[in-house]
């Protein structure tokens, strides 16, 4: 705890970017609701730091922001369990088996892309065509020696897209009429102080768990699942107040705009052109899974549409917040994609290298 409360030591912490960032992001988010856009606070942040980045703007949202931020996103989301819903997680099984064989293949497909319109070297086409896990694949790369900025500019570039897609794509597909609407649950100063307590409270033991599990996104995960053990046991019946929510996703939203900060324009182009062309192909292969699997199951083509969006799991799952779908049916489905994509990306990396030693031997 002294290490991290260390690193916010105002030697140490850009004050003056995070701060600039942020009111850049707020600027954006009150944009979007004005203009009743969707998710106004995540994607008018994102768009607003975006192009303050593009034209050089002092503006950084450090790392060490982001687990708070993600603490708080996942005591939400593990809130979004019920004790009824425990029952129905069986009738998932047939969506999340056909989740596994679509991260396999858009996987492969991903890899191929990069390799020939990109021209990049194997282990970057590797982890860079992984449909998720920004942070684990840019760290498994470096250890492969990939070239780590990119994978990292790819997934942020694959997430931005997504996001500022996915709702409009709802609306044509999911035919849900999206606004501009921020409120998604009480105010702060209706819901009573323990609520707080649970809050925060849970969140602190998640992160804990997250680490000692070491889980993939100890931050998210681990309060998630912390706060879905105490919603689905019925210990508690708590909620985050929409304004923890809305800042939030104006943090996280800022943040995802200003991963560009510092990066040529030109080498932003090229990503964005390659991230546009594998995103395009996501979108498409998820969609069409998408009416596939609805026709096999009673689930919702909105809810299934969220769930095989390949966005991150932090911020499809804030959708599916904001737009009242069933969030733990699709943090289920993001939750099973991550895990899947670390391991098997982890295992297949570890089979490459032995093959790639043995040949060399030999």
Not at 325 to 341: G, K, M, N, S
Request: aromatic content about 10%; glycine content about 10%; some cysteine.
């Amino acid at each position: 705890m002294r290490s991290f409360l260390n690193q916010f030591a105002p030697g140490k912490f850009p004050y003056r970017k995070f701060l600039l960032a942020l009111a850049i992001g707020f600027i954006g988010g009150c944009v979007f609701l004005y203009l009743h856009l969707p998710l106004p606070w995540m994607l008018g942040s994102l768009v607003a730091c975006l192009l303050a980045s593009l034209f050089n703007a002092p503006v950084g949202v450090p790392g060490i922001v982001r687990p708070p931020m993600l603490m708080l996103v996942g005591v939400v989301l593990g809130s979004g369990f019920t004790p009824q819903m425990a029952s129905s997680m069986i009738d998932w099984l047939p969506s999340l088996c056909f989740l596994l064989v679509f991260v396999i293949f858009t996987s492969a497909c991903c890899y191929v892309y990069f390799r020939r319109a990109g021209g990049f070297d194997h282990w970057t086409a590797f982890f860079s065509g992984m449909p998720g896990g920004l942070v684990e694949m840019t760290a498994l790369g470096e250890v492969y020696g990939a070239n780590t900025r990119t994978i990292a500019l790819i997934h942020s570039s694959r997430i931005m897209l997504v996001v500022l897609t996915l709702p409009f794509l709802l609306s044509v597909v999911g035919g849900q009429t999206l606004t501009g609407a921020t409120r998604s649950g009480a105010s702060i100063f209706e819901t009573p102080l323990s609520g707080e307590f649970w809050l925060f409270g849970t969140g602190i033991v998640g992160m804990v768990l997250g680490r000692l599990l070491s889980l993939p996104s100890p931050f998210l995960m681990g309060p998630m699942l912390v706060s879905a053990v105490i919603h689905i046991t019925g210990v508690s019946e708590f909620h985050a107040s929409w304004e923890i929510v809305a800042f939030a996703q104006l943090v996280l939203g800022s943040a995802l705009g200003c991963s560009f900060a510092g990066v040529k324009k030109a080498d932003i182009l090229h990503i964005l052109r390659l991230s546009i062309g594998s995103t395009v192909f996501l979108v498409a292969a998820s969609t069409g899974c998408v009416l596939l699997v609805s026709h096999l199951m009673d689930a919702s083509i909105l809810s299934l549409l969220l769930s095989y969006s390949p966005g991150g799991l932090t911020e499809t799952s804030l959708m599916a917040l904001s737009l009242h779908v069933d969030v733990a049916f699709v943090a289920t489905h993001h939750v099973l994609r991550v895990f899947f994509v670390t391991v098997s990306a982890t295992l297949l990396a570890r089979f490459l290298r032995r093959t790639q030693l043995s040949a060399t031997d030999a």
